[in-house]
């Protein structure tokens, strides 16, 4: 038996035919024979049957309608009984017109069409041509949707090896962006002489410049942080940043488990009661208030002292000396001849204000 290619389109189309004489058999193969198909004989309904339990991929079947034991109608709907065979066209061959009535027994038993004796060559040959080439294109759409099929579980493969990486890059920033954080805060720690420029600028546009740095975990605590209109003062944008992000993430490391962290950030010209019973103005200085509202836990009722420390460092439990990053807030806004109080509210929450002088006006 000639071997076949893997191909649609090169392959060797199978046509099983099914007669109970041998003349006829040899008849069609006579007449297909030109067009290269490679022939199944069967000479009976149920040597048909044997052949299809291994053999399942034809292009077509030819049946003769009358065979003993079983006839051709009984043999199609035993066949199509087979999911596997459910789409294998048969045409039935019969010598006699049947009538109306008889011809869609044979399409209700599965049949396709019917070709009458004495076969007219020409047009076995048409019609066998019609559904093979129907055949062909059906195993060339099926073999590329198997290739789509496989292309796609190599991109989900792909899809899924990179996020895995990217939360590996997120949590290696995350790392790092703290690594950095640290450096910061003791650098300021160390009062090393840094050139720190003044200068008139825009407090809104110069935070949620300083938020966009801390994206990836305000996403991690999946927190909200909104930054109302804030006015033009002049400060020192280089220490802008870490004031900002160390009382940003004051308030996204003190919130409340199982809410979502709520930060707002806004300026007032009035003075807070809270400056007032803190802060005694001798000198009747203007000042402007940038407000950092959360959700969080609070502070437990600690004054402005315990809660700033008296020095940049902290030592608790043994541990060794970390960062009070609140404390160096402090000393960012001494050097903006400002202050820093912080009040936590009754029903949960705190509030940071970080106040600015404001120049008088000439």
């Known amino acids: 038996m000639t071997s076949i290619n893997n ?25 297909l024979a030109p067009d290269n198909y490679q022939f199944f004989r069967a000479y009976s309904g149920e040597q048909a049957l044997k052949i299809l339990l291994n053999e399942f991929d034809f292009a077509m079947i030819l049946m003769d309608v009358k065979m003993p034991i079983l006839n051709g109608f009984e043999t199609a709907s035993l066949i199509y009984e087979r999911e596997k065979l459910k789409n294998i066209p048969i045409i039935f061959i019969t010598a006699n017109n049947y009538g109306d009535e008889n011809i869609f027994k044979g399409y209700k038993a599965g049949g396709i069409d ?100 801390m994206d990836d975990l305000v996403k991690e605590k999946m927190a909200t942080v909104s930054i109302d209109p804030l006015p033009s003062l002049r400060v020192s944008p280089v220490l802008m940043r870490p004031l900002f992000q160390y009382l940003i993430r004051n308030a996204l490391h003190y919130s409340k488990q199982d809410v979502n962290p709520i930060i707002n950030v806004r300026s007032e010209t009035e003075e807070p009661s809270i400056v007032k019973a803190n802060f005694k103005n001798n000198h ?18 600690k004054n402005n002292d315990e809660i700033f420390g008296s020095d940049g460092e902290s030592e608790t439990s043994g541990e060794p000396k970390t960062v009070n990053t609140l404390a160096l ?5 001494e050097k903006h001849n400002g202050f820093i109080v912080a009040k936590t509210e009754t029903n949960g929450g705190s509030a940071f204000i970080v106040s600015f002088p404001v120049a008088k006006s000439k």
């Open 7 to 31: 191909d649609p389109l090169s392959k060797q189309p199978k046509i099983l035919l099914v007669d109970d004489r041998e003349d006829n058999l040899l008849s069609i193969e006579a007449i």
């Open 114 to 213: 019917y070709i009458f004796k004495p076969i007219n060559p020409e047009v076995l040959r048409a019609k066998v041509s019609v559904f093979i080439d129907l055949y062909r294109k059906n195993a060339l759409l099926l073999e590329q949707e198997q290739k789509l099929s496989v292309a796609n579980k190599k991109m989900e493969m792909e899809i899924s090896d990179l996020k895995i990486l990217q939360e590996k890059m997120k949590h290696r920033n995350i790392r790092l962006q703290k690594e950095i954080f640290a450096l910061e805060s003791l650098l300021v720690l160390a009062h090393l002489p840094v050139n720190v420029e003044f200068k008139q600028t825009d407090l809104t546009k110069l935070f949620k410049g300083f938020l966009d740095e």
């Open 284 to 301: 009747d200085q203007k000042y402007c208030y940038i407000i950092f509202e959360d959700n969080g836990d609070g502070f437990d009722g």
């Open 329 to 333: 807030c402090r000393k960012i806004m």
